[in-house]
């Protein structure tokens, strides 16, 4: 359902792009986010539902400003998809089926799947600290539906990456966290799991020529060019891997978000005949450093970006999308939106 290119092929210019696949098009904000705030891991009714004490609820205060892209609204609550932080870490929450978290019981602190997301870019400065953290912390994730009518729950994985080009995948399976970090994790997509994944790349590799230990005489450039998570994964890594770097900032964005553009899943595409499907309703690109953040609206035609402002001491948004509604609701076609942006509640607390 969404695919997620790091594209570090220059260590100067690292860009990341990610496409957001859903069923229709969802409430959307710009959220800018001050550092200092105070936030909760889940609202107290949802706790309450899930018995969960309030004590058990994980709280944090940001150690970053953030830009992030949130979904939602006031009536079903609010949920961060994706987002960039002031030391040049974004993270991605992706679909994953076959997460499980482990249930809400026992010791420890929880934290919802709708706030793992801000969480991570609150507290980390970089994918190494976020991974150290998670590979001996007690925190447990729990699912809530998402805040939109798809009555879906959020079964969410994360990747990371950073202004080092380093990256990052977060995975939980039987309530573990299952880590990975390197500068080659630069393709994730929703299934299967991680590890398959890079298995999947070795295979591609192999027939690509790239295997240094089992070369052969003709290599086949080719990928696959359906629209399930594999083979979004694999037309992912063929398109990066072949792909000269960029020789300045500006190329290397519009090299990530060409990049990702190849395994964009076309509007009203359903060649299964279900009574819904997923196709990619906005793109995301995080500029790591020169920490721009921008979102590319497959529907409206528009691309906005936001940036940090230096004095900034509350929270702020913008609205850029409404449910269902193929019409914008962002006041600026295409540009900068920040001086756009109005006060508002931190919706995690």
């Keep these: 359902m969404c695919t997620r290119i790091f594209n570090n092929l220059n260590r100067q210019f690292p860009v990341t792009a990610r496409n957001m696949d859903w069923f229709w098009p969802i409430n959307t904000y710009f959220y800018r986010f001050p550092k200092g705030m105070k936030s909760r891991g889940l609202d107290a009714k949802s706790a309450s539902q899930l018995g969960i004490g309030k004590h058990q609820i994980l709280q944090w205060r940001s150690e970053y400003a953030s830009l992030v892209t949130v979904m ?140 240094p230990n089992n070369p052969i005489a003709h290599p086949v450039y080719s990928a696959p060019g359906g629209n399930s998570a594999t083979q979004r994964f694999e037309r992912a890594s063929y398109y990066l891997i072949f792909s000269q770097p960029a020789q300045n900032r500006r190329e290397a964005v519009y090299q990530a978000r060409s990049l990702v553009a190849t395994c964009a899943v076309p509007v009203n595409f359903n060649p299964y005949h279900t009574e819904k499907a997923s196709y990619t309703i906005w793109t995301n690109v995080a500029d790591h450093r020169k920490n721009v953040y921008y979102l590319a609206n497959t529907l409206t035609m528009d691309t906005v970006s936001i940036r940090f402002s230096s004095d900034q001491q509350y929270c702020e948004r913008i609205q850029l999308q409404e449910e269902k509604s193929t019409e914008s609701v962002c006041p600026l076609q295409s540009g900068d939106v920040s001086c756009y942006l109005t006060k508002c509640e931190n919706p995690f607390v």
């Design 72 to 211: 939602g609204s006031d009536k079903k609550g609010y949920a961060a998809v994706d987002g960039l932080n002031e030391a040049g870490l974004a993270v991605n929450g992706l679909y994953d089926s076959d997460v499980s978290y482990g249930p809400a019981t026992g010791d420890g602190q929880f934290l919802s799947a709708n706030r793992w997301v801000q969480f991570v870019l609150d507290c980390f400065a970089n994918v190494h600290q976020a991974i150290q953290f998670f590979t001996s912390n007690t925190i447990t994730i729990v699912s809530e539906r998402l805040p939109d009518t798809s009555e879906t729950d959020s079964h969410l994985h994360l990747s990371l990456s950073d202004a080092d080009g380093n990256a990052g995948v977060i995975e939980v399976r039987d309530g573990v966290f299952q880590l990975y970090e390197s500068h080659d994790d630069t393709v994730v997509t929703n299934q299967p799991d991680y590890k398959t994944q890079q298995t999947l790349k070795a295979y591609w590799n192999y027939t690509w020529g790239l295997d």
